[in-house]
């Protein structure tokens, strides 16, 4: 999961630690917005098992990347990249694309201060990019959605009977733009140098997705803001044989949702099992995410004889402010045209504060310390080995609001906070066996990695306590509920019949934060022709992981498959969920690769990977109940079983190609890409809610073996085709 990554830029922190960005885990991710502007990157630094010590608070990957520094000539470099509709062909069904762009452009200037003393360099670019959503009702662009008669009675009762306008039939095309600024400054002062720079990101993206069974309405979008200042200051000094890092950074970022109306979520059902939606998106209506971060880091490392030893600290303080308020303008769910235009839902959800302050949001402060000492010895002139060990701990000052409800009913209390620390010792090795003309070498190690928890899901605990919200549920969907619909968002009703009245989110006393067991052997070789070749495995195991489960479900009854049914255990509460431990899970992968330096200015690259992930659950979302929910089982879903992860690989190959030339002294690169894989892991699921937990999405359909049930009409071996179709 991208979220367990670590991003640096100049060896300095540049995280989203909340991690709302689920599948970038980068500040701006949901902006689809970089972090930093690549032509401001020198070079970037990728690692997955790193043995240094220095290295550390993921237990995903690393990447750091350096940027580039003044230098006593001036220098520069400019470009524009641009593509439109004409330049991508047609879609799905030899449709033509609708309104299309993609604009980035930018440029970097560097240069002296003080010749040999100071110099700066200074980066700005802009993005620019219209995207269609790729479904439209009337079918002039994209992939047609169809059902255009009740699309249009859709959009007739909305302003006849309610007086609202969603939007029009046609492709929505989603707007992204980004400004970025960058700039550097870097000393020479004897024995030391001084670096300071800033980041400066600011960017919005219009969200929201389309499929041939649901047709989200352009009102149902929702545009999202961030912004991201990153200061930092580094000063590297030299002492004989002795070398000090010293870094201190500031962060800070500043996220929130906007929405062009304000009209409750709504979602009709039709007839053949397609949707429309319409509204102000469910889990937009209050959204805002602040962090600001603290980083003080300091590595001093000596030299002694065959010993390089670095002794360091890497401290991080955090404050988050966070205002998420799900469904509240209401959210509702129709089962057919009639049931809308008659104004009777037969879903229906809202949150609302129960505090002095309407758009209250949970704020808390974090920090985390941590220590290391690491040594690279090299034992042989073609034998080094690097070891050490880290300790780190997270600190909590503020809990969340105890709710004594919690304790009584489940046994757990909501003011509880991590209370862990984490001992990482790492160890690696690296044999050099070049012999005549023939170079090679075999490295490897093994060590525990541990990385922090996204932030997101610990605030669950600070915003859900059932004390500070109410969460209104008429739920699961029932065609004989009858909900009046209130089309107002400011004055949505507070109790509706038997509705469920709050989510409590808890958290295990025990829970530690992420830890995994990570090693690898690789051997690097030189081969005929002037090829470079490489093998390596790499492999990996839980040691802790997150799981969830439901303390208000309890097993009723058992399906006709085996699989349990279940009720609540206290049926004024909604969803009860706790965030805990696991071991389970696992990792491996082999590649393999060889490149080419050519004569005449080209290159060439092959790999080839396989791995297999398994996972009980991956954690894709932010929300507690989405968290635990969103895991597809045959059985408990309280307790998922070790399966093929959303990350699984299976088979790779990637191909690179590169000629370099010049044309009256300008330098002309021409290159090439391919990457081919296996397909994303899938499953077939039942589409309504067969355990009754809630959700309709996560039931693995049952897929019985020949003998298993009994045929009135047809064979297994009709079903079998049809299954596997």
Excluded: C
């Amino acid at each position: 999961n991208t979220r367990y990554n670590n991003l640096q830029i100049d060896g300095a922190v540049n995280n989203d630690l909340f991690s709302i960005a689920a599948s970038q885990g980068t500040p701006g991710g949901s902006a689809e917005t970089q972090p930093i502007s690549l032509d401001a990157i020198q070079e970037l630094q990728l690692v997955v098992a790193p043995y240094d010590v220095r290295q550390g608070s993921f237990s995903g990957g690393g990447v750091n990347a350096i940027t580039r520094s003044g230098t006593n000539a001036l220098h520069g470099s400019g470009f524009y990249v641009f593509r439109d509709q004409s330049f991508v062909g047609d879609g799905i069904d030899d449709r033509p694309i609708a309104t299309f762009n993609d604009k980035q452009f930018g440029g970097t200037l560097g240069g002296p201060i003080v010749r040999s003393k100071a110099f700066f360099l200074g980066n700005l670019e802009w993005g620019r990019k219209d995207t269609p959503s790729g479904f439209s009702v009337s079918g002039d662009s994209g992939v047609s959605f169809g059902r255009q008669t009740e699309a249009q009675r859709f959009l007739d009762i909305m302003q006849r009977r309610y007086g609202y306008n969603p939007g029009d039939l046609d492709e929505y095309i989603r707007g992204t733009e980004n400004d970025k600024v960058f700039a550097r400054v870097d000393f020479n002062l004897g024995n030391s140098q001084l670096t300071v720079r800033h980041n400066y990101v600011d960017g919005y993206n219009d969200v929201g997705t389309q499929n041939n069974v649901t047709y989200k309405f352009p009102d149902n979008f929702y545009r999202f803001h961030s912004q991201t200042n990153s200061t930092v200051g580094q000063l590297n000094s030299s002492f004989g044989s002795k070398f000090n890092e010293f870094r201190m950074t500031y962060q800070r970022i500043r996220d929130f949702r906007t929405n062009d109306t304000r009209f409750p979520q709504v979602t009709v059902r039709l007839p053949d099992g397609g949707r429309f939606v319409a509204g102000t998106e469910q889990f937009s209506t209050a959204n805002e995410l602040d962090q600001d971060i603290f980083e003080i880091t300091n590595d001093l490392t000596m030299v002694r004889g065959t010993h390089t030893i670095t002794l360091g600290t890497h401290n991080e303080f955090f404050k988050f402010r966070n205002l998420f308020m799900r469904d509240n303008f209401g959210t509702y769910e129709f089962a057919s045209l009639d049931t809308f235009d008659a104004g009777s839902a037969q879903l229906y959800d809202y949150s609302f504060s129960t505090t002095g302050d309407p758009k209250f949001a949970a704020k808390f402060p974090s920090y985390q310390i941590g220590f290391y000492v690491g040594d690279q010895w090299r034992v042989r002139p073609h034998f080094t080995l690097t070891y050490g060990i880290r300790w780190d701990k997270p600190f909590f000052p503020d809990k969340p609001t105890a709710n004594p409800q919690s304790v009584a009913t489940y046994g757990y209390a909501t003011d509880v906070v991590p209370e862990t620390s984490s001992w990482t010792p790492r160890v690696g090795f690296n044999w050099d066996l070049t012999k005549d003309m023939t170079r090679q070498q075999i490295r490897g190690g093994i060590g525990l990695f541990s990385g922090r928890t996204p932030y997101v899901w610990l605030s669950n605990q600070y915003g859900n306590t059932g004390i500070e919200f109410r969460r209104l549920q008429v739920s699961p969907f029932a065609a004989t509920n009858n909900i009046p619909f209130v089309p107002d968002p400011d004055n949505q009703p507070t109790s509706v019949g038997r509705a469920s009245t709050n989510e409590i989110d808890v958290i295990d006393p025990a829970y530690d934060f992420p830890m995994i067991t990570r090693g690898n052997l690789a051997y690097d070789r030189s081969l005929p022709w002037g090829l470079t070749g490489t093998v390596e495995l790499l492999f990996a195991n839980d040691v802790k992981d997150i799981a969830y489960s439901n303390l208000n479900l309890v097993q009723t009854a058992t399906r006709e498959d085996g699989r349990p049914v279940f009720g609540r255990v206290n049926s004024t509460f909604g969803d009860v969920i706790l965030l805990k431990n696991s071991d389970e899970g696992n990792s491996w992968s082999i590649a393999g690769k060889v490149d080419k330096q050519f004569r005449g200015g080209w290159f060439a690259s092959a790999s080839y990977l396989y791995g297999q992930a398994n996972s009980i659950n991956d954690g894709t979302n932010s929300q507690a109940r989405s968290t635990w929910i969103n895991v597809y089982t045959a059985g408990d879903i309280n307790n998922p079983p070790l399966a093929v992860s959303n990350y699984d690989v299976g088979h790779r190959i990637v191909l690179t190609g590169s000629y370099l030339f010049t044309v009256r002294d300008v330098g002309v690169t021409l290159s090439m890409f391919y990457n081919g894989q296996t397909g994303r892991p899938y499953s077939y699921n039942f589409g309504t809610d067969v355990n009754l937990d809630g959700a309709s999405t996560n039931d693995l359909l049952f897929y019985p073996r020949d003998g298993d049930v009994a045929f009135t009409t047809g064979t297994y071996q009709e079903l079998a085709a049809f299954l596997d179709a």
